[in-house]
């Protein structure tokens, strides 16, 4: 063995070195680092469908916001000319000329009907979006802590017991009508209570995993209920919030879209209200676009928000990662 290291003709010192051991480096373990957040698009949009209806979301939802702030929308623009009122999208386009306001027609009083849906979508949106996030953070945060804390949850309990039992959508009229029906009274008439059936949701998927071990040891070690409740029980429910809120804020734009429907919604000119002022075109040939329009419009967003927040749900599942 000497012999053949000689025939080399390299130093000794050169063929073999010293290997510095370390017990803390031997015990670390070699593994890819771990994103949730990113884990989390990564599933979303390995399916190509989820890019194409988010698209749609965004182009929806920016064009509700974009548009009527780069035009002037004047819903009584052409009251005086009997010739422009209910033009069906040929008409308006023949009579006014080739815009992109006129190409779903016109309406009642001549105004345009493209016009005035992404005026009424931007108040809906704006509406379901401000609701969403009053009651959802109201509700996660009662709700974990109802769900933890076994002395608020007798008090809670004879509360929910109380409230869940007189109907939604019946509170909801009584106080639009006993207030004045703006935007702001429809927020607090969907938020005074709608925080409370989310909370109970939650408040069940905590009695479920409140009695973990690891929770129990952080309530032996002294650890306060608010803090096991944010810090070891909402970050396991993340999957279950985010599926929550993608049935939340596609129901209050049906919620005004209905109480507008029957003549107790916004006062201002939103998706519901546009729906109801044009119920008569609906039987009335030629008339049809004033009608459906705002109708296909509404449906668009809430499917929309519906189908990416129960995907998003289901790509914030931990289990999907694999």
Request: hydrophobic letters at 50%.
């Amino acid at each position: 063995m000497e012999h053949d290291l000689k025939n080399l003709g390299v130093p000794e010192d050169k063929l073999f070195s010293f290997h510095n051991h370390s017990d803390l480096e031997s015990e670390k373990i070699t593994a890819p680092r771990y994103s949730y957040w990113q884990s989390v698009f990564r599933v979303f949009f390995r399916n190509k469908l989820n890019i194409v209806i988010l698209a749609l979301l965004v182009f929806v939802v920016a064009f509700a916001y974009i548009y009527p702030s780069v035009t002037h929308y004047d819903q009584f623009e052409n009251l005086m000319n009997a010739q422009a009122k209910h033009l069906n999208p040929v008409g308006a386009l023949k009579y006014f000329g080739m815009e992109l306001k006129w190409i779903l027609g016109t309406g009642a009083a001549g105004q345009s009907t493209f016009q005035a849906i992404w005026n009424g979508s931007r108040i809906s949106i704006s509406l379901a979006f401000i609701c969403a996030a009053i009651n959802m953070v109201v509700g996660v945060i009662v709700g974990a802590i109802w769900g933890f804390s076994k002395r608020v949850d007798a008090i809670m309990m004879e509360v929910y017991n109380i409230i869940a039992n007189v109907p939604y959508i019946l509170l909801i009229a009584v106080l639009v009508m006993l207030l004045s029906a703006t935007f702001w009274t429809m927020v607090f008439a969907l938020t005074v209570t709608g925080w409370l059936s989310i909370a109970y949701f939650i408040r069940t998927q905590v009695v479920i995993i409140r009695d973990r071990e690891y929770n129990l040891a952080s309530k032996c070690l002294g650890t306060s209920t608010v803090k096991i409740a944010m810090k070891n029980i909402l970050p396991f429910m993340t999957s279950v919030i985010v599926t929550l809120l993608a049935t939340e804020i596609p129901s209050y734009i049906s919620y005004e879209v209905f109480l507008s429907y029957i003549g107790m919604g916004l006062s201002d000119m939103s998706l519901g209200r546009l729906i109801y002022e044009a119920e008569s075109a609906m039987v009335t040939p030629g008339w049809e676009f004033e009608f459906w329009s705002p109708v296909v419009i509404s449906s668009i967003i809430t499917v929309v928000l519906y189908v990416v927040g129960q995907n998003l749900g289901d790509a914030s599942d931990p289990r999907t990662h694999m």
